[in-house]
């Protein structure tokens, strides 16, 4: 293979590969609200909940100073009961008697559904608490994750430029200029593989004497319809690649 070909797929796949990590490292403050929603979103079901909990609780404040109230009532009411005199008071007293066992039959009825509600309302915290504490741990983990991989995308930024520089202190400058034109109109992909006689990014199908002198791989030919360098890689049935022929993702 053509030397200066064999450069530039090498310096593609390295711009491929410090793209992806660049455009990783820019995702990541995204990805960090991102997780910070989540946790915000569990806390705030903790929290939901214990407020609920907490206006039960007070509800059934309320409704036990009205069952007292009434109580204190009745017991007035059979008392005053046991001093009638006339047959009219009896009955007037009886009638006051049962609206006030009337208001206390209603308020227990309320008080029950209350700690019923006070039931489901305790399960829901204890269960949005274990979500929580879920919801930590593998956000934790997720930066943690996220952290390892900030480090492992800076030290291969690192490597790649190296790798670059030492590609382009080899490559003839002609083939890099024309690497560089094509990359910077054609979103960073400047190379392309040739397979089947057409260019496999942007499709278009090569005359046949240009795929001919792109399966030979001995000179830097551009595709007539998208500019990039063609290479081919050839069957390992008919050619056997040689280590330095490796295939080239069409990315
Ligand atoms: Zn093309």
Sequence with gaps: MNADLERVIALQRLDSAAEAARKKLVDEPEHEKALDARLE????????????????????????????????????????????KTNQEYHAIQHEIAHAQ???KTHEDRMLERMLEADDLTATI????????????????DRKAMKAEHGELQTALERITAERAQIIGALDKQV???FEQVARKRNGVAVAEAKDGICTICHVRLRPQVFNTVRRNEEIVQCDSCNRILFF??????APATSNASPQPAS
């Design 102 to 104: 009337g208001e206390i």
């Design 126 to 141: 204890k269960k949005a608490e274990t979500d929580l504490a879920a919801e930590q741990k593998a956000i934790e983990a």
């Design 233 to 238: 890689v050839p069957a390992p049935a008919a």
């Design 41 to 84: 979103a569990a806390k705030l079901h903790v929290a939901t909940a214990k407020a609920k909990l907490a206006e039960n609780k007070s509800a059934r404040g309320a409704i036990d100073k009205d069952v007292a109230l009434h109580q204190g009532r009745l017991s007035k009411y059979r008392e005053q009961a046991m001093a009638v």
């Design 176 to 178: 890099l200029l024309t």
